[in-house]
């Protein structure tokens, strides 16, 4: 069963998300849940989210994924004002939202996110004693190697904004130079020192052809891990998952992990 719900984030702005809940579920007895995050330019809908979110819910978990704030999606805020603290502070809530579900075991819970989602996830990972387990998807371990972020960046703070062009809706939009300055308040030092710092289980994915963050970021993030770890590369695939087989692949890698680690 899917459902539509809300939450507020710490600035009170709205937050919409999709809520897949088992059919089965025995609302007695608490089921563990993965919390499931889009990337930059992102939304719930994508497939590889909604594969993912989907998925998990036929396997026995409660997933939860929603639009970010300051994005593209239903949740309140412009894209102008986007940032990586903001994102964490949305997933932080999300958590808390999670934890308020009677069928909801807060001490099973998960977190799987794409691109900078992924990023979030490490954080988050590094953070919140409440993920007991992550999956990283094409995660900007080391904001030096996204290509978005540093093209141009000296005309970025000269003019106050960028425009980026989001491929899943094909609009245009304004960034601000904030989005740039936040993002580097996570250097590839501090990333690294989060990474060495995370102690639940982690499996890294990657997508081989990733045109936005080169593959060596998931092997340079999976050499920084100290804890129980797997590394796969989806073979042919770009940075978001499209084709039928690779979102396959990279929904049963992630049921799978969970599956492990959580039930």
């Known amino acids: 069963m899917e459902q539509k719900v809300l939450f507020r984030n710490s600035k009170a702005q709205k937050i919409v998300g999709l809520l897949d809940i088992p059919d089965n579920i025995d609302r007695m007895q608490p ?29 026995g978990f409660v997933a939860l994924r929603f639009d970010s704030s300051n994005g593209l999606g239903e949740s309140d805020g412009d894209i102008f ?21 009677r069928y909801v075991d807060k001490q099973r819970i998960g977190m799987t996110g794409h691109s900078f989602g992924g990023q979030v996830t490490i954080i988050m990972a590094a953070n919140d004693a409440r993920v007991k387990t992550a999956v990283p998807q094409c995660a900007v371990f080391l904001p030096e190697f996204s290509h978005s972020l540093n093209e141009d960046s000296d005309g970025w703070k000269k003019k106050g904004y960028k425009i980026f062009q989001s491929k899943t809706t094909g609009k245009e939009f304004k960034l601000s130079y904030h989005f740039y300055e936040d993002r580097m308040n996570y250097p590839g030092k501090k990333m690294k020192r989060l990474a060495a710092a995370i102690k639940v289980p982690t499996m890294v994915i990657h997508s081989e052809n990733d045109e936005a963050v080169p593959v060596e970021t998931a092997h340079k993030l999976f050499e920084t891990l100290r804890c129980e770890k797997e590394l796969h590369i989806i073979k042919g695939a770009p940075h978001t998952f499209k084709e039928p087989e690779h979102l396959k692949e990279i929904a049963s890698l992630t049921v799978n992990w969970f599956s492990k680690h959580l039930k």
Do not use: R
């Open 31 to 59: 089921c563990p849940a993965v919390l499931v995050l889009h990337g930059f330019k992102g939304l719930k809908e994508q497939p590889h989210i909604d594969v993912c979110a989907k998925e998990l819910c036929k396997a």
């Open 81 to 101: 004002d986007c940032d990586l603290t903001g994102f964490v502070d949305d997933a932080k809530c999300a958590l808390d939202f999670l934890q308020t579900l």
